[in-house]
């Protein structure tokens, strides 16, 4: 059974750093793609930041510059290091995990909220 658990989520203020972390047991984290999707207040899931097994990441356009997914395989666990934090961050942010030969994501965590404080 593949679990996913995330913490590091809070109140910041506009211009702040969060670490988002992802533990996740049942799986060797460097077997599966590991994404970040933030899903704002009445808006859908959106893709953030992702890390493949061979450790190629990706990011949203809206990303690149203030936010890095890393991946930590000792502790199987993936960060998202968020810096520069806005307002329009402020969402519940899951991180998601599939196979590499899969397009969707079959594992998901409850979500870890973040709010941002103008």
């Known amino acids: 059974q593949v679990q996913l658990v995330e913490s590091g989520g809070g109140l910041v203020q506009a211009g702040g750093s969060l670490r988002l972390s992802c533990v996740i047991s049942?799986?060797?984290?460097?077997?599966?793609?590991v994404s970040w999707f933030g899903q704002a207040p009445g808006q859908g899931r959106e893709f953030v930041a992702g890390?493949?097994?061979?450790?190629?990441?990706y990011y949203a356009a809206s990303a690149k510059g203030r936010i890095t997914i890393s991946r930590d395989n000792a502790k199987n666990t993936v960060y998202l290091q968020m810096n520069s934090l806005k307002p329009e961050d402020t969402a519940v942010y899951y991180c998601?995990?599939?196979?590499?030969?899969?397009?969707?994501?079959?594992?998901w965590g409850q979500g870890t909220q973040v709010t941002v404080s103008s």
């Open positions: 998601a995990a599939r196979e590499g030969s899969s397009a969707n994501y079959k594992y």
């Open positions: 049942g799986h060797t984290v460097s077997g599966v793609v």
């Open positions: 890390i493949s097994g061979g450790g190629t990441t």
